[in-house]
């Protein structure tokens, strides 16, 4: 990647940001451009960063095709990590801007790889799997969590958790459903000469990340225990035994990185990656260790109904891309509460303000 020149959209974001300064750094020596409309409230402390690290920053909108000229300079590389990423975008009514972010803005991302003969990497989610196949499966119960059994006869899953030829029929949220029909359009772009690599990530979290209500579960989580504020256990018997899998973000710029330097392999598909059933809580789980980490206590509500968004358990089986690549996820779950401790707790006159909103 030296001297190449990457465009990252939604390159003020949390995983925008962090894949970024990653790129730009010496060991990589990309050019790099972050472009964000700062709709994502907290992106903005991430501006100074960028230029810390060399990075140029764009203030532009992906819907808007003119934002993208970017003065006709020539583009390497799109991440493109700009979207509304709230499963409950449109739930209170009004899809327009997860539909027009997240699926206008890539088709103009698209546009502009077309143009300039840039690759694309496309940050898709677990999400694409559908709600009522992915709570179908096969689980136990334990004092702490749900756990996936075997699951014989399901395509594409196993104790180890999703993998990517599970059935996609079905509801899966209107932001699931914005990154589905992105993951078709990039096909079809290929066929018009972009190359492309689609990855489902399950949860990335880490440092940097805005977590909120909605969207940013391990932040939040974390935050409520460091700037205070109330917690619930929401749905699935209400004693917070859903389960996700975890990929630290360092992981996560370093799976980007290990994709990129074997483009030939991976162009083209689509894979499943996150922290894997190795790297997985409950939420139960995750505030014991935020506890134990913090050395404070939340107040704890439950709330029996489950949202009709809502998996109990999403583990993403990536046996697939590590058998294609050297990549495996090297920090725990208990590293990515330590790290967002760390960050939260040295930055938190700065931070109280975006956690306590
Ligand atoms: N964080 C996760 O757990 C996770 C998991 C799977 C996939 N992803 C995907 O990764 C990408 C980045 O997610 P994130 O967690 O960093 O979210 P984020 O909200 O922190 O970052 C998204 C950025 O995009 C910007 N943005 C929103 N609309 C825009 C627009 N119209 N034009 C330009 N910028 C715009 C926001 O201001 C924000 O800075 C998203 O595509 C998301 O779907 C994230």
Known sequence: MRGATVLVTGGAGFVGSAVARRLAAPDVGARVVAFDNLRRRGSELNVPLLAEAGVAFVHGDVRHQDDLALGGRPIDLIVECAAEPSVLAGYGGGSRYVVDANLGGLVNCLELARERGARMMFLSTSRVYPVERVNALAVRETTTRYALTD??????????????????????????????????????????????????????????????????????????????????????????????????????????????????????????????????????ETTALCEEISGTHVEMSSDLATHPSDVRVYLSDQRALMHALSWRPLRAPRQVLEDLHAWMTSNAATLAPVFRA
């Open 151 to 284: 699951q014989p006869g399901v395509p594409g899953a196993s104790a180890e958790g999703i993998a990517e030829d599970f059935p996609l029929g079905g509801v899966r949220t209107l932001y699931g459903s914005t990154k589905l029909a992105g993951e078709l359009l990039l096909a079809e772009y290929a066929a018009l000469g972009v190359e492309y690599v689609i990855t489902r990530f399950g949860v990335i979290a880490g440092p940097g990340q805005m977590g909120k209500v909605d969207q940013g579960v391990f932040s939040l989580w974390m935050a409520r225990h460091v700037f205070g504020g109330a917690l619930r256990y929401q749905g699935w018997g209400g004693a917070g035994k859903q389960v996700r899998d975890v990929v630290h973000i360092a992981d996560a710029c370093d799976l980007l990185l290990a994709q990129l330097g074997a483009w030939s392999s991976v162009n083209g598909r689509t894979w499943n990656a996150g922290g894997g059933l190795a790297n997985s809580l409950s939420l139960a």
